[in-house]
């Protein structure tokens, strides 16, 4: 049996909006973003949907050669791997295999799919809002010496 990939929730969460996936991981504070061919991977991955399904999948829908999806897929999934926004999984596949529904509705020409992080955040999104603040609350961070509430 094929291994799917997975997010690697609960500190991954995502959303899709107007064919952009975004990406925040709440353990490291970073997030990311992604379009057109990338946010099809990524909602592939999110149903559960093998890569060689995915790979099948993108040559037909975009008309590229499935040599020139397959070295896109697996680049992209190398950076979502890398920032450990997914991770390996023997789980069944979703019964979206074979449907193509997952994919986005309008079609941009075929391009190797970017991964674009953002760290300008990450203090942010890191501080925990019950036990990281002052008496002013969220988002006014407690001060080093402060003693714990």
Known sequence: M?????VNAPSVVAEVIDGEAVIMDLASGHYFSTQHVGCDIWRGIELGVSRSAIVRSLASVYG???DAASEAVAFF???LLKHNLVVESNGTLSGAEDQM?????TRQPFSAPVLNAYTDMEELLLLDPIHDVDQAGWPMPKAPDAPAS
């Open 101 to 105: 529904t997952w994919l986005s509705g």
């Open 64 to 66: 590229v050669a499935p």
């Open 2 to 6: 094929e291994s799917t990939l997975k």
């Open 77 to 79: 999934v190398g950076e």
